[in-house]
């Protein structure tokens, strides 16, 4: 069984900072892409930053000089660091990765149970 778990979220003001986290456990053969999502209630789940396991990023325009996507191969593990921290960033966050199982010769996507980012005005 696989399983991505976040952590990190919280109450920040604006103008601060989070750092968030998601660890991939189980039988893991390999993982490829992993990445951050966002929903506000209401609203589609919104790509926020991706990560290849080469290191390659991209990012929504809205976080792009203020967060910051990184991850550990080794402990297969994935990073949000989010700076300026906006009203309009307010959300659940969501860990995603494209991973191929140990029992497995696909690839397919797994997501997290979500952590609730929340920024004062």
């Known amino acids: 069984q696989v399983r991505l778990v976040e952590s990190g979220g919280g109450l920040v003001q604006a103008g601060g900072s989070l750092r968030l986290s998601c660890a991939a456990s189980?039988?893991?053969?390999?993982?490829?892409?992993m990445a951050w999502y966002r929903q506000v209630r209401g609203n589609e789940r919104e790509l926020v930053a991706a990560?290849?396991?080469?290191?390659?990023?991209n990012y929504v325009d809205s976080v792009k000089g203020r967060f910051t996507i990184s991850r550990d191969n080794a402990k297969n593990t994935v990073y949000l660091q989010m700076n300026s921290l906006k009203p309009e960033d307010t959300a659940v966050y969501y860990c995603?990765?494209?991973?191929?199982?140990?029992?497995?010769?696909?690839?397919?996507?797994?997501w997290g149970q979500g952590t609730q980012v929340t920024v004062s005005s």
């Open positions: 995603y990765a494209d991973l191929i199982r140990s029992d497995s010769d696909y690839q397919y996507g797994y």
């Open positions: 189980g039988s893991i053969r390999s993982i490829n892409t």
């Open positions: 990560i290849t396991s080469g290191g390659s990023t």
